[in-house]
Every structure is written in structure tokens, then in C-alpha cells.
């Protein structure tokens, strides 16, 4: 990193100053910050196909919370998994097909597709050594977006933006994420924390969810029941409408005219930060603050006490934020997190697990009086999808700087079909507007400044 001499430059110093800006302007100018409107709903930016993010009513003008509901292409998630569950079979595939084509696929289309994939997880000749192995990265994360990017290279038309290079490129880019994701965790857990580096070879026709384990567990073994749950949080995780952060950076960069690599490097950038993708990482820090302080785990009274001075900023990372609460859209229920809770209840019966379960479900319902109580916000609010993923990801062993990248994995097909939407149906770059409230200035010459 470049080291300045702060006595000879004032770029430190500047940094605040010169990018602060009044609060009154976003007043004056009635800017929507976040592109947000006033109740906390989303500006409204495009209109899509792909999915619908349902979490409350407007009913003559006021919001009015409702019961969630997340739906692909129009169907339901929860029918989405539970038919899935019902038959036994993997089914991160089939959504994956779903999202990308808009329909849902025949036996036989649905076999081809596998297939297809089986193709093309194997990464591209010297990627590993080049790419991955060369430049170890403490934050997976970064590792990710930097080899989604560099596949670029290894793409004899990268530019080319046809319907089949598109999907082309997605399927491959979606294949290929599982396998670098593992790859980038072993090496940096051999360069940075001194400990054997595993590289298994891909297992041909097994599901994502099960290349996912078999690649990243040192004894390549695992339960049905694993997978299967594994699955289950891939397809949650699959998509969540054109608004959220990462997705809305993906077909910002699509409007653009830019290469499909780009797009989802970008997006992959996005999803790491910790008030989007990466907020799974504060979940789990906060519920490990909520394991050790509380001593009777059994006691509402020292639950509460304890959340309410993380409420107040007195514990944990003193924001006043009890991580894994409240959601932009989601009021009165997140279905993602219903439907974790519910496997996380299957998984941790009769377990060492059980007794962390119950802990955490204790939050989920207290928090919402303590912010009552401490605030005096009655505003409702639910667990989001975050409360349960880690621990879901914990119970099957996953290491937590995989839990970020995990989301990534399952997203880039929720990436791919916005990306798709846009470059049919956008055909406009996507540039909303800001206004300077920075005067005109005269020209001081360099011998006159101070």
C-alpha cells in the first residue's frame, strides 16, 4: 500500500470535509436518498418479469404490512420447494432453468440442462495456478469477482452480446462459481492460516449442492439430508427481485452496453458489503455476542436485557442494530426465513444444535419488544433470511468466510435473468440524476494557494 506523508498532503484531512454535504440540500431538492421514497418504499426503476418481493399492502396511499410471499416467474417459492421436497430430488437446477428461460423444465430438458452444467464446471486450462493459486485474497469474496472477471480472457468472444453468448456465458459462470469458491477458500486457508490445501476433483453428475460438499469436506462425505437442506438455501438464495443492491449494480452495468463478466463482478462486489449480502457475517458475530453473555439461555429477563443494550449502543458493535431483524420490503414475515427455520428445526432436533436454536428463536420473538420498549418504535419488523442461514451453514460445517460467497454462488442465477431482462427490454442506460449545489469558484494560481 502507498504510504503519504500527512504533513505534506491534506488528502487525508479532505476526505471529510470536502465530502460532506449539507443535509438540507437532500431536503430542498427532495432527494431520495437510497432511492427510497419517504415511507420506505423503493423509487420505482423498472419493471420485471423475473420475480416479485411481496411484504405489505398500499391501501389509499398508507402501507399496511402483510404476510410475505417471494415468487420466480410467478411461482411461489414456497410450492417451488416443497414440490421439490415432496420428489425427493435436488432442485437449485430446476430454478436455475426457470429463472434463466421463464418456463419450468420437462423431465428430459431438465436432464440436458444437468448435463450441461456437468460440462462446465471444470475451469479453464491454468486457471487455478494463474488466477486463483498466484494471488490469494483473505476475502473470498474479492477472489470471486476478480476470477468472474478474469474468465473474461479466456473467452474468444467476450463482447459479443447474442442471446446465445448470454446464456452461454451464464450457464458457465454458474458452474464454474461452486468450484472456484472452494478453491479460493483452500488456498487461502493454506497461505494465510497454515493449513493443508484440498483440492478434490469434481464429481460428474452430482447436484450443486452436493459439489459444494463433496469438494469442500476434507473426507468428501455427507448425508442425503445435507445436500438436500444445502439445496433447499441455494434456492432461496437464488433471487430476490430487480431491486436489491447487487442486482439493481448488475443491470446498471448491463444498461451500459459492458460484458456479461463485468456485470457480474460487479454485482459480486456488491453483494459482499455488509449492509447487503455480507450482513450474514454481523448476524453471526452478534448471535455469538448473545451466546456468551447470556448465561441462562432458558430466561426471557436475560435475553432481553441483553438485547436491549445492543438496542441502546451500549454492547456488541454499538450501532443499535440487532442484526438479522427488520427487512426493506418484509414486515409481518420473511418466507425465506420461515422456511430455514422450519429445516433448522429438523436439522438441530436432538442435536448439541437444539439448544442454540431455541436461543436464537428467542431473539426473533423479543427483539420487537425491546425495540418497542427502548425506541418506542412500534414499527413491525421480522427476521429476515440472515437469522437462520448461518446457523444452517454452521450445523453443516461450513466455514463462515464461505457464507457470503455461498450467497454469491446461488445469486448468479437471479444476476443472470435480470441481466437478460435488461439488455431486451431496458435499451436504455440507466443513469439517474444528481444535483451540484457546489458554487462557482475563481481560479487561484498555484503560486496564491495556501
Known amino acids: 500500500m502507498i504510504k503519504m506523508a500527512e504533513k505534506e498532503l491534506k488528502l487525508y484531512d479532505s476526505f471529510l470535509k470536502n465530502n460532506q454535504i449539507d443535509n438540507k440540500y437532500y431536503d430542498k431538492y427532495q ?38 410471499e417471494l415468487t420466480f416467474r410467478g411461482y411461489s417459492i414456497k410450492e417451488l420447494i416443497n414440490n421439490v421436497e415432496n420428489e425427493k430430488r435436488f432442485g437449485y437446477e430446476e430454478i436455475v432453468y426457470l429463472l434463466l428461460s421463464g418456463e419450468l423444465p420437462d423431465k ?64 458457465s459462470v454458474i458452474s464454474k462459481l461452486p468450484v472456484i469458491m472452494v478453491l479460493a477458500y483452500y488456498v487461502k486457508q493454506s497461505v494465510y492460516c497454515g493449513e493443508s490445501m484440498i483440492m478434490h476433483p469434481v464429481i460428474q453428475g452430482q447436484s450443486t449442492a452436493e459439489t459444494i460438499l463433496s469438494t469442500l469436506r476434507k473426507d468428501r462425505q455427507f448425508t442425503d439430508e445435507e445436500a438436500k437442506i444445502l439445496d433447499v438455501v441455494l434456492m432461496l438464495h437464488a433471487e430476490h427481485g430487480g431491486g436489491n443492491n447487487s442486482t ?52 426471557d429477563g436475560e435475553i432481553i436485557d441483553c438485547l436491549r443494550k445492543i438496542v441502546n449502543k451500549e454492547a456488541f458493535d454499538k450501532t443499535g442494530l440487532i442484526y438479522g431483524m427488520g427487512h426493506a420490503v418484509y414486515t409481518l414475515s420473511d418466507p425465506r426465513a420461515l422456511i430455514l427455520k422450519s429445516n433448522a428445526e429438523k436439522m438441530a432436533r436432538g442435536t448439541e444444535f437444539e439448544a442454540e436454536l ?4 428467542k431473539v426473533e420473538e423479543l427483539s420487537p419488544m425491546v425495540f418497542k420498549e427502548v425506541k418506542g418504535d412500534s414499527k413491525i419488523i421480522c427476521a429476515n433470511v440472515d437469522m437462520y442461514s448461518g446457523f444452517v451453514y454452521k450445523m453443516l460445517g461450513i466455514p463462515e468466510d464461505l457464507y457470503t460467497p455461498l ?36 481560479y487561484i494560481s498555484i503560486d496564491d494557494r495556501k
Not at 437510497?34 to 415511507?39: A, H, I, K, V
Not at 454485482?267 to 457475517?281: E, F, M, R, T, V
Not at 431455541?358 to 428463536?361: A, E, G, M, N, Y
Open 407 to 442: 450467497f454469491a454462488v446461488s445469486r448468479m442465477a437471479g444476476w443472470s435473468a435480470h441481466r437478460f431482462e435488461e439488455l431486451v427490454s431496458g435499451r436504455r442506460i440507466i443513469r439517474p440524476a444528481y444535483k451540484s449545489v457546489t458554487g462557482r469558484k475563481e
Open 108 to 171: 428430459e430438458q431438465l436432464k440436458q440442462f444437468n448435463s450441461l452444467i456437468d460440462e462446465n464446471r471444470q475451469l479453464p486450462n491454468d486457471f487455478f495456478g494463474d488466477m486463483i493459486l498466484k494471488a490469494p485474497s483473505l476475502n473470498i469474496m474479492n477472489k470471486l469477482s476478480r476470477s468472474v472477471l478474469s474468465l473474461y480472457s479466456y473467452d474468444d468472444c467476450p463482447d459479443m452480446i447474442t442471446p446465445k453468448h448470454e446464456i452461454d456465458t451464464a450457464i
Open 31 to 68: 432527494v431520495k436518498r437510497g432511492l427510497r421514497n419517504q415511507d420506505g418504499t423503493g423509487v420505482m426503476a423498472g419493471v420485471t418479469n423475473i420475480c416479485n418481493v411481496h411484504g405489505y399492502i398500499v391501501n389509499e396511499g398508507e402501507k399496511e404490512p402483510d404476510e410475505g
Open 248 to 299: 439493481f449494480s448488475c443491470r446498471v452495468l448491463s444498461s451500459s452496453g459492458t460484458d456479461p463478466y463485468s456485470a457480474y463482478a460487479a454485482a459480486i462486489g456488491s453483494l459482499k458489503g455488509p449492509k447487503h449480502g455480507g450482513a450474514n457475517h454481523k448476524v453471526s458475530a452478534m448471535q455469538r455476542f448473545i451466546r456468551d453473555t447470556v448465561k441462562n439461555w432458558n430466561s
Open 358 to 361: 431455541k436461543l436464537i428463536k
